[in-house]
């Protein structure tokens, strides 16, 4: 593997580490990528692992860092020397084949951290085909606190090998994901009593979103070499705020490194409208479900006519539940074009024994203010570790594709998308009536056919027992034609039946 260095820019003060399977250094973005310092390999590396380059590339996968890959025959171990403080730590994965013969679309295996579980049973290729953006490639992220060591473990599940493509680990200020937003708060949508995230707490990145705004990628983010996508994929509603060559003012409350320009300067409004909900339903897709979720909310008021207090207030709604009744942008920040960050913390639980809930944000304008309206700019969704330092999530559900070249993953179940439509419920639901409907008049029939077919056997049996005189059974057997031998009248019965019914 590899190892990147990158230089962080003067206001962030810290040091930045990532490592690639390689046996040369070179370039690629803001830094360098080196190969795999022998200071942090496990033991065991020659039994336990060995790497390999991958057999073609696709088209938007970089050369560096996913065209070469570290293989685990058995579980392995990364040991980092890194500096105290909370670090960001990605995982970059290229599911594809591999020259070695190695097919990492059929890799499952787990990664723990330093007693964190950040995967388990992970199978990146489902992952990449779960996603909502279009990528061969994935990148995991995670945020945790390190005294001295960070200790990176990979493990094959059964009948499998596990892989890398690289790692990265980023320093951070300390507590920027733990202290709460820009006044220190993390507010509990649950309790009135305020939520309080320790060093002992692990995150992972769910979503990232440049509300209104482009993708900007790592090395256009401030420091830390985040990724924020574009709302777009998401059917968002409301009007997209972008005043041209705006000039946002940050703060000692919130630094640059908080969010890039390119956040804050764009953002969604709900176009004024008084009825109408800015409602971002969906937009975050799912969540899995047993676990607390730090909600980050990045605002800045960035239109001419909106400078004073108590022109634009709304409400937040994290999950049906009041996070803040009233948020008033331009008096948090102190005035216009200042951008603030808030922080709710919230948990998602089984519900109707969904494990991927939804997690949904609202916001509601105030009706008495100037614009009944609201905005937002950006979104952070970060999951909390559980009690057990658990992060991993079930695999996702492959969805079906119709390119016969994707693999077929034997133990994944495709996905039904989206709900069900209310005519199919109806649908089913006559269907259902009509099936139990036919189900009883079959039933009646069969019970109504015994019964009379039991009524024609004593009939016919009391007939049979009639005695007729030799000029009926003489009529009835059209004088014999069949000589009565030992089958005597059995060919006749019929006949005789009948003749019985016409004289009754």
């Given at each position: 593997m590899e190892l990147r260095r990158r230089s962080c820019p003067p206001m962030f003060f810290s040091s930045t580490a990532v490592i690639l399977p390689s046996t040369s250094t070179t370039m690629a973005g803001i830094g360098s990528w080196k190969s795999e310092d022998q200071k942090i390999l496990s033991s065991n590396l020659v039994n336990a692992s060995y790497t390999s380059e991958a057999s073609y590339q696709k088209s938007g996968v970089s050369r560096i860092p996913y065209m070469k890959a570290r293989?685990?025959?058995?579980?392995?171990?990364?040991?980092?020397?890194?500096?105290?403080?909370?670090?960001?730590?990605?995982?970059?994965?290229?599911?594809?084949?591999?020259?070695?013969?190695?097919?990492?679309?059929?890799?499952?295996?787990?990664?723990?951290?330093?007693?964190?579980?950040?995967l388990r049973n992970f199978n990146a290729d489902i992952t990449v085909q779960a996603s909502i953006t279009e990528s061969s490639s994935l990148i995991k992220e995670f945020i945790i606190s390190v005294y001295q060591t960070l200790n990176l473990t990979f493990t094959p599940s059964e009948n499998s090998l596990a892989f890398v493509n690289g790692v990265e680990i980023v320093s951070m200020p300390d507590r920027f994901y733990s202290k709460g937003g820009f006044d220190d708060v993390v507010r509990n949508v649950s309790s009135d009593v305020d939520f309080e995230i320790d060093n002992s707490t692990a995150f992972e990145t769910v979503h990232r979103v440049n509300v209104g705004g482009q993708m900007v990628n790592d090395v256009d983010d401030s420091g830390m070499f985040r990724r924020w996508i574009p709302d777009d994929s998401f059917g968002n509603s409301g009007s997209i705020v972008n005043v041209p060559d705006v000039k946002i003012t940050y703060t000692e409350k919130?630094?640059?490194?908080?969010?890039?320009?390119?956040?804050?300067a764009t953002s969604r409004s709900m176009g004024n409208s008084n009825n109408l909900i800015f409602n971002l339903t969906g937009m975050f897709l799912t969540v899995d479900a047993g676990y607390n979720y730090l909600v980050r909310l990045h605002f800045c008021e960035t239109l001419p006519q909106v400078t004073k207090p108590s022109q634009r207030v709304f409400s937040i709604l994290v999950r049906d539940k009041m996070a803040k009744k009233e948020t008033d942008v331009i008096r948090l920040s102190g005035g216009p074009r200042i951008p603030v960050y808030l922080d709710f913390s919230v948990y998602v639980g089984f519900e109707s024994g969904m494990r991927q809930p939804e997690l949904r944000l609202d916001l509601h304008a105030f009706k008495d203010t100037n614009l009944t309206d609201a905005i937002l700019s950006g979104v952070e969704i970060l999951k909390l570790n559980d009690s057990e330092g658990n992060l991993a999530r079930p695999n996702?559900?492959?969805?079906?594709?119709?390119?016969?070249?994707?693999?077929?993953?034997?133990?994944?179940?495709?996905?039904?998308?989206?709900?069900?439509?209310?005519?199919?419920?109806?649908l089913i639901a006559v269907g259902s009536v009509i099936g139990l409907a036919t189900?009883?008049?079959?039933?009646m029939l069969l019970i109504r056919r015994k019964k009379n077919k039991k009524e024609n056997s004593v009939i016919m049996f009391k007939l049979l027992l009639k005695q007729y005189t030799y000029a009926e059974l003489k009529k009835i057997t059209k004088s014999f034609p069949t000589p009565l031998g030992k089958e005597g009248l059995e060919p006749y019965i019929e006949e005789i039946f009948l003749m019985g019914v016409r004289l009754q």
């Open positions: 293989i685990f025959r058995s579980a392995f171990t990364y040991s980092f020397p890194v500096t105290p403080g909370w670090k960001f730590l990605r995982l970059y994965f290229y599911p594809t084949q591999y020259k070695s013969g190695f097919d990492a679309v059929n890799s499952f295996f787990s990664v723990n951290v330093n007693g964190f579980t950040l919130t630094p640059a490194y908080v969010a890039p320009y390119d956040v804050y996702q559900k492959l969805i079906v594709s119709t390119d016969d070249s994707r693999p077929n993953h034997s133990n994944v179940t495709p996905p039904i998308k989206g709900k069900p439509h209310v005519l199919v419920i109806i189900f009883i008049v079959i039933i």
